[in-house]
């Protein structure tokens, strides 16, 4: 008995479901024009989140390097990082690298070609622990060679061997940087390391001590406790220095590209509010046309819970077939947002980025459903008498 009350209940929502697929390609056009507008608002929602994560992933990328340092600056009224601070800096705990540096700007010239750049003067044995070398070999200690960044080589067409002039001094190219990105530490694409001792020398105004202090943690987890020392120990009376933490700044960076991800979504979701009203004047429409079948249904056995199953089954066919197209076509946006923007296509299959194609699907669908609500509940109300006498 019991299975066939269950047989009874699957054939009765097969034959709803058949009903509701019926109805949907009897007016083919109408259908279609519903889901184009489901369509585009899933791949506008999800574009734009690809886009919101891409731009994001792409500043962890530059800056992720650097989440595990701390920056010491001079502080208040200060113009310099003296020796004894620094000091005072190598007896805090926790702390693997400390890298005094020396920084300036200064024209620099190659033959016929000048530019701007940034002129760093960090110890040889501390620069590797900044930047890789692409080309060439590191610096000796006094001697008048320095490196470059690969963007500044570019500018100025120097290569490996080539003499650059800083400040009426030559300085022979050794070697030659890795592309690193933007960095909250070193500037390194568009700028020149030398020893610091030659560094002093070009520029007179060093004497009082070094521009900032880059300290590399040995823990990342231990950040916020080594910050915390470095400034118990050096600002006891004033303060001595300003001590900022990179990863307080990634954080941030992080927030602002949510912040911007949901801006561009909430934005893309007004075409989804668009294409909701759309299946609910579709769904209207088709319960007018169909009240005597309504009436019928109602006369020979179907409740009011049958009538509303049919409704909605429609609404979520139609929602669930126009998100998953519009899923699809969601790589393709995602695909010309990322290569035209951020010039590549790499962060497109992050699962990240997949997550948000999935939200715009399940946005789509929910918009189906919630469109066909009030039609489907007014079909449910009609009497059997009243939409049999229809016209």
């Given at each position: 008995?019991?299975?066939?009350?269950?047989?009874?209940?699957?054939?009765?929502?097969?034959?709803?479901?058949?009903?509701a697929?019926?109805?949907?390609?009897?007016?083919?056009?109408?259908?279609?024009?519903?889901?184009?507008?489901?369509?585009?608002?899933?791949?506008?929602?999800?574009?734009?989140?690809?886009?919101?994560?891409s731009?994001?992933?792409?500043?962890?990328?530059?800056?992720?390097?650097?989440?595990?340092?701390?920056?010491?600056?001079?502080?208040?009224?200060?113009?310099?990082?003296?020796?004894?601070?620094?000091?005072?800096?190598?007896?805090?705990?926790g702390?693997?690298?400390?890298?005094?540096?020396?920084?300036?700007?200064?024209?620099?010239?190659?033959?016929?070609?000048?530019?701007?750049?940034?002129?760093?003067?960090?110890?040889?044995?501390?620069?590797?622990?900044?930047?890789?070398?692409?080309?060439?070999?590191?610096?000796?200690?006094?001697?008048?060679?320095?490196?470059?960044?690969?963007?500044?080589?570019?500018?100025?067409?120097?290569?490996?061997?080539g003499?650059?002039?800083?400040?009426?001094?030559?300085?022979?190219?050794i070697?030659?940087?890795?592309?690193?990105?933007?960095?909250?530490?070193?500037?390194?694409?568009s700028a020149?390391?030398?020893?610091?001792?030659?560094?002093?020398?070009?520029?007179e105004?060093?004497?009082?001590?070094?521009?900032?202090?880059?300290?590399?943690?040995?823990?990342?987890?231990?950040?916020?406790?080594?910050?915390?020392?470095?400034?118990?120990?050096?600002?006891?009376?004033?303060?001595?220095?300003?001590?900022?933490?990179?990863?307080?700044?990634?954080?941030s960076?992080?927030?602002?590209?949510?912040?911007?991800?949901?801006?561009?979504?909430?934005?893309s979701?007004?075409?989804?509010l668009?294409?909701?009203?759309?299946?609910?004047?579709?769904?209207?429409?088709?319960?007018?046309?169909?009240?005597?079948?309504?009436?019928?249904?109602?006369?020979?056995?179907?409740?009011?819970?049958?009538?509303?199953?049919?409704?909605?089954?429609?609404?979520?066919?139609?929602?669930?077939?126009?998100?998953?197209?519009?899923?699809?076509?969601?790589?393709?946006?995602?695909?010309?947002?990322?290569?035209?923007?951020?010039?590549?296509?790499s962060?497109?299959?992050?699962?990240?980025?997949?997550?948000?194609?999935?939200?715009?699907?399940?946005?789509?669908?929910?918009?189906?459903?919630?469109?066909?609500?009030?039609?489907?509940?007014?079909?449910?109300?009609?009497?059997?008498?009243?939409?049999?006498?229809?016209?």
């Open positions: 008995m019991r299975s066939l009350k269950l047989q009874r209940k699957y054939f009765r929502s097969n034959m709803y479901a058949e009903l697929k019926r109805n949907l390609k009897r007016h083919t056009a109408r259908t279609v024009l519903a889901a184009v507008g489901i369509i585009i608002g899933v791949i506008a929602i999800s574009s734009m989140g690809i886009l919101g994560n731009l994001k992933m792409s500043v962890s990328d530059s800056l992720g390097d650097v989440g595990n340092e701390l920056i010491v600056y001079p502080g208040f009224g200060d113009t310099a990082i003296t020796e004894k601070q620094v000091d005072k800096m190598q007896k805090v705990a702390i693997e690298n400390l890298i005094p540096v020396y920084s300036s700007g200064s024209k620099t010239e190659y033959k016929n070609e000048e530019t701007y750049a940034t002129v760093y003067g960090i110890g040889s044995e501390d620069l590797p622990n900044l930047v890789e070398i692409e080309n060439g070999r590191m610096y000796k200690r006094g001697s008048s060679d320095c490196m470059i960044g690969s963007q500044l080589a570019k500018d100025l067409g120097v290569n490996i061997g003499k650059i002039t800083i400040e009426d001094t030559k300085f022979r190219v070697g030659i940087l890795k592309e690193r990105g933007i960095g909250f530490d070193v500037s390194a694409d020149v390391f030398m020893d610091p001792q030659m560094f002093t020398r070009i520029y105004d060093t004497d009082e001590g070094y521009t900032n202090v880059i300290i590399q943690v040995k823990d990342i987890n231990e950040i916020d406790i080594v910050k915390t020392n470095l400034e118990d120990r050096l600002n006891k009376k004033d303060e001595e220095v300003f001590v900022l933490a990179t990863n307080s700044i990634l954080d960076i992080n927030e602002i590209s949510r912040y911007i991800s949901l801006f561009l979504m909430g934005i979701s007004i075409s989804l668009v294409a909701g009203v759309s299946i609910l004047n579709v769904m209207l429409m088709s319960t007018m046309e169909r009240t005597r079948e309504i009436g019928i249904m109602k006369a020979v056995g179907a409740s009011r819970k049958d009538v509303l199953k049919m409704f909605l089954l429609e609404a979520l066919f139609l929602g669930t077939a126009a998100s998953l197209i519009g899923g699809i076509l969601s790589f393709g946006g995602g695909f010309l947002i990322t290569v035209l923007i951020m010039k590549q296509a962060y497109l299959f992050a699962p990240s980025s997949i997550a948000y194609i999935i939200l715009g699907i399940c946005f789509g669908i929910m918009t189906g459903v919630a469109g066909g609500v009030y039609p489907a509940w007014k079909a449910a109300q009609m009497r059997p008498l009243d939409a049999l006498r229809h016209e």
